[in-house]
């Protein structure tokens, strides 16, 4: 595990493709025929093996995992166009819905940001790029285009188990992170956290069980959500929602579509809904946040609020109207 790191006269990062050139000494001393190259905030499952075969067959010098999204969406990715023999004929970075002169409602197929690289070719790639002070320094910017300019890029469609499109989320924006956990709070999540088959490794702390609480006359409720290790909900109401290590709910509160981040604190009397809460944040008793007078009444279109730290303590107590 190498994190990241500033190098003697280059500076941080300028780019993807600039964090991977950084660190090409320890890279190539590993010596390995081929690369991998995966962002750090996307939630899927994949079977390596399978892109890695391919690429292996294909002869490419750089094989892109995709995935189809609707037309819609093609401005918040690289798109990608291919033959018959997923040979990669073009690759536009982010392009306008205009530009592509696709009817609404249909597909396009988007690069996952997942690469793997014969490695001679990356490191030919990389250090071309650098030379380039034009350059971006980035992978779908700069890097997958030559690639593309020069036949060796191949495309790899990433399936699920029933050779459907794989279940794929870049969680790069609040909403989209948001709206990640709330997936997985379906009966039959897109995502199966509880897959024996497939376990889910991660950072594990030695902590208590989760607690809802009760007392005489009063009890806590927690319907269709995940309570992590360590948490305690008091007499309090919880619905899909997720709540990370260590987080307390004081008594009387309504949480409802809310993420709460490791060790937050949320006080009594609370009305939280459609929000993420960071982690070590203490929420005040009686704060109102996108929560509409009367009945629980789910709002589609209301903005999700990131309670932070800062914003408690420049004192803001009712978040309906902070987008």
């Not at 205009?98 to 940001?113: E, F, K, P, R």
């Not at 490794?201 to 009890?219: F, I, M, Q, W, Y």
């Not at 981040?261 to 929000?275: D, E, Q, T």
Request: proline share 5%; charged share 20%.
């Amino acid at each position: 595990v190498w994190p990241a790191q500033q190098r003697l006269h280059s500076g941080w990062y300028a780019g993807t493709a600039d964090a991977v050139f950084q660190n090409l000494d320890l890279l190539c001393t590993q010596g390995n025929r081929y690369t991998l190259v995966l962002a750090g905030d996307h939630i899927y499952k994949m079977d390596y093996r399978r892109l890695l075969a391919q690429h292996a067959s294909s002869g490419a010098g750089v094989t892109v995992g995709c995935v189809p999204v609707p037309v819609e969406c093609a401005s918040s990715f690289g798109v990608l166009r291919i033959d018959g023999r997923s040979n990669v004929l073009s690759f536009i970075e982010k392009p306008s819905v205009a530009s592509l002169n696709v009817g609404l409602g249909s597909t396009v197929l988007a690069s996952m940001g997942i690469y793997v690289f014969t490695t001679d070719y990356l490191v030919d790639l990389l250090n071309r790029d650098a030379r380039q002070t034009e350059s971006a320094h980035d992978f779908g910017r700069d890097i997958l285009p030559c690639a593309v300019r020069e036949n060796r890029v191949s495309a790899h469609l990433f399936a699920d188990e029933s050779g459907g499109p794989g279940y794929w989320r870049d969680v790069g924006t609040l909403d989209a992170y948001w709206q990640t956990h709330m997936e997985l709070l379906a009966t039959n999540p897109p995502l199966d956290l509880y897959d024996p088959a497939w376990p889910i490794h991660t950072h594990s702390e030695v902590l208590p069980p989760a607690k809802v609480e009760s007392t005489s006359g009063r009890r806590g409720f927690v319907g269709s959500s995940l309570l992590a290790a360590g948490s305690v909900v008091g007499c309090s109401t919880v619905t899909s929602s997720v709540l990370a290590t260590g987080v307390r709910v004081g008594d009387g509160s309504m949480l409802d579509e809310a993420v709460v981040l490791p060790n937050a604190r949320i006080g009594s009397n609370c009305r939280l809904r459609r929000v993420i809460v960071d982690t070590g944040t203490e929420v005040p008793d009686g704060t109102v946040i996108g929560w509409q007078a009367g009945p629980i009444e789910r709002a589609a279109e209301q903005p999700v609020v990131l309670v932070t730290a800062e914003t408690v303590a420049n004192g803001a107590k009712d978040f309906r109207s902070v987008a």
